[in-house]
């Protein structure tokens, strides 16, 4: 194993043990189950919108190490970003779980989550690194329509 791995590995470890993100939050907006039923993981996020600005994250659940990691690094790398901002960067992640081509400027973006890069590799545990990534397109797709922002969101 490399330096850099070890520290991937590291990385996900953390995550998977004790998350600051595992949490329910106080104001939810929406909130999407996913489920992967090979590994039986089950997650639900939760999601507090402030305008088209993803204001806070969190989730609760249980599963293997690397869904419950992905879950929480994902969280890291998406709070603070707007929804389009989200679905790239959630496209860069499968499109790097799935080995597609993708250039150094576009992995940048996907911070610490580059940290599964070597999942492709593991086919069994796919699934579980994107049941997070999935389950958030899942939520935008479905309430939080491309240019729209939020739906409920006051007149300023
Ligand atoms: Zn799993």
Same mark, same amino acid.
Request: hydrophobic fraction near 35%; glycine fraction near 6%.
């Given at each position: 194993?490399?330096?850099?791995?070890?520290?991937?590995?590291?990385?996900?470890?953390?995550?998977?043990?004790?998350?600051?993100?595992?949490?329910?939050?106080?104001?939810?907006?929406?909130?999407?189950?996913?489920?992967?039923?090979?590994?039986?993981?089950?997650?639900?996020?939760?999601?507090?919108?402030?305008?088209?600005?993803?204001?806070?994250?969190?989730?609760?659940?249980?599963?293997?190490?690397?869904?419950?990691?992905?879950?929480?690094?994902?969280?890291?790398?998406?709070?603070?970003?707007?929804?389009?901002?989200?679905?790239?960067?959630? =496209?860069?992640?499968?499109?790097?779980?799935? %080995?597609? $081509?993708?250039?150094?400027?576009?992995?940048?973006? !996907? /911070? &610490?989550? +580059?940290?599964? =890069?070597?999942?492709?590799?593991m086919p069994a %545990?796919? $699934?579980?690194?994107?049941?997070?990534?999935?389950? !958030? /397109? &899942?939520? +935008?797709?479905?309430?939080?329509?491309?240019?729209?922002?939020?739906?409920?969101?006051?007149?300023?």
């Amino acid at each position: 194993m490399d330096e850099l791995e070890q520290v991937y590995n590291e990385l996900i470890m953390e995550h998977s043990m004790n998350s600051y993100n595992k949490k329910q939050l106080k104001d939810v907006d929406f909130s999407e189950k996913g489920h992967n039923p090979n590994c039986g993981d089950e997650i639900t996020l939760e999601i507090k919108m402030n305008g088209d600005i993803i204001e806070d994250m969190a989730f609760l659940g249980h599963g293997c190490a690397i869904s419950q990691s992905s879950t929480s690094i994902m969280i890291d790398t998406l709070k603070g970003k707007t929804i389009e901002e989200a679905r790239g960067i959630i =496209k860069t992640f499968i499109g790097m779980i799935k %080995r597609e $081509k993708i250039s150094d400027e576009e992995l940048e973006k !996907l /911070e &610490d989550a +580059i940290a599964f =890069k070597n999942i492709a590799n593991m086919p069994a %545990r796919v $699934k579980c690194a994107l049941l997070a990534w999935h389950t !958030l /397109e &899942d939520m +935008i797709d479905k309430n939080l329509e491309q240019g729209n922002g939020t739906s409920n969101c006051c007149e300023n």
